[in-house]
């Protein structure tokens, strides 16, 4: 059996008192093993569903399931199937929770609804994957008494609409974390000069592997292009890539040791959620996120349990004319990049104001 950190044991304690948890903790801090452990000791005859927003993160999470010795079917992608015979983990995506699933789901009567990365349902709900968005409401619709809901990074909106939506039985605990040991700076760039800066921060830290991440799919290849010219190791990765190649790419980098020559992933945010690599050191923004919260996520991806790392955002007032149409996707989205460049433009310590961001709101 595991040694639970504290939080990890009142998150438990809330599981077994509380109708419904929301667990706030850093990236790589073990969120995972509260609801591993409760459904392994403390009550072994739940049906749980647990939803995923990626078929990566939902494949690592079965395999962590089985470690335990619970019973897990994946019902993710174009094959997924049912649920188990009896108790155990039901792993689905959003948009699985509809049709023929929902009929299976009744006959199985499920009594937990895990929700793995939560900020998803605030931050893709109202127009990427509108699936999300349903969540809260599948607690009363499909009767499941009992809910668990866990994320690294809500910000403050997000936090007081789902205590709304669920109601008062939802006990919250946690908060967003900067990771201790990361090193973040604001880098003011023309985007003509963008190139060759990141050229001279890869030089700088000639000898360290990490992740570039940029807006599009367009984007990610180009800059990889750049590198592969001057003879920098690299690979991209973004949602366009066929499910073969993704595993491919993700089995490079699984395999990958500290002591190997240094690689740099050039990716969108499709590189994001359940990527999990200790040699990654280095994190470079190469163009402003679209919201805060994508921003805190890129971030996630170094500095994980306490490993000394840095970050680099690099901008310019010209990459929100470039954004300007994203800003009409809707008022939301709008006020997100909003505060992307509110973020950028104020003065401070950027770490400081992106907890406060997080944990307090903007005025």
């Known amino acids: 059996m595991h040694t639970l950190k504290a939080f990890q044991k009142e998150a438990i304690d809330s599981l077994i008192r509380h109708q419904h948890t929301l667990l706030i903790a850093p990236t790589g801090s073990g969120k995972s093993l509260v609801f591993q452990h409760y459904l392994a000791y403390i009550r072994p005859k739940t049906r749980a569903i647990f939803v995923s927003p990626l078929n990566a993160l939902a494949r690592q999470q079965a395999l962590r399931f089985e470690s335990f010795r619970i019973p897990v079917a994946q019902g993710c992608g174009a094959g997924g199937g049912g649920p188990p015979s009896g108790p155990g983990v039901w792993i689905l995506n959003p948009e699985k929770l509809s049709g023929s699933s929902v009929a299976r789901l009744r006959d199985w009567k499920p009594d937990l609804l895990i929700v793995d990365e939560a900020h998803c349902v605030w931050e ?97 290849e180009r800059v990889q292009r750049y590198l592969r010219f001057f003879g920098i ?73 306490g490993v000394a790392a840095c970050a680099y955002l690099l901008w310019h007032e010209d990459d929100f004319l470039r954004q300007g149409w994203f800003l009409q996707a809707s008022p939301r989205n709008r006020s997100r990049l909003l505060e992307v460049r509110r973020f950028l433009e104020t003065p401070g310590d950027p770490r400081f104001r992106l907890e406060k961001y997080f944990n307090e709101g903007y005025e």
Not at 148 to 155: K, Q, V
Not at 236 to 242: D, P, Q, R
């Open 124 to 220: 893709w709900g109202e127009s990427f994957r509108p699936a999300f968005e349903k969540l809260p409401e599948l607690l009363q619709e499909e009767k499941i008494p009992k809910s668990f809901w866990c994320t690294a990074t809500l910000p403050k909106p997000a936090h007081q609409d789902l205590m709304i939506r669920i109601g008062s039985g939802l006990y919250s605990l946690g908060q967003f974390e900067f990771p201790e040991k990361l090193k973040l700076a604001l880098i003011h760039s023309p985007l003509f000069e963008r190139m060759d800066l990141l050229q001279s921060l890869l030089l700088r830290h000639g000898a360290d592997s990490g992740m570039i991440f940029v807006n599009t799919r367009s984007s990610a």
């Open 233 to 305: 190791r690299s690979i991209f990765y973004h949602a366009g890539l066929s499910p073969e190649e993704r595993l491919g790419l993700e089995a490079i980098l699984s395999k990958k040791k500290t002591t190997d020559p240094p690689l740099w992933v050039v990716a969108t945010s499709a590189f994001g959620m359940g990527m999990d690599y200790s040699w990654f050191t280095v994190c470079i923004l190469f163009e402003p996120s679209f919201s805060l919260l994508a921003l805190a996520q890129a971030l996630g991806r170094v500095g994980r349990g």
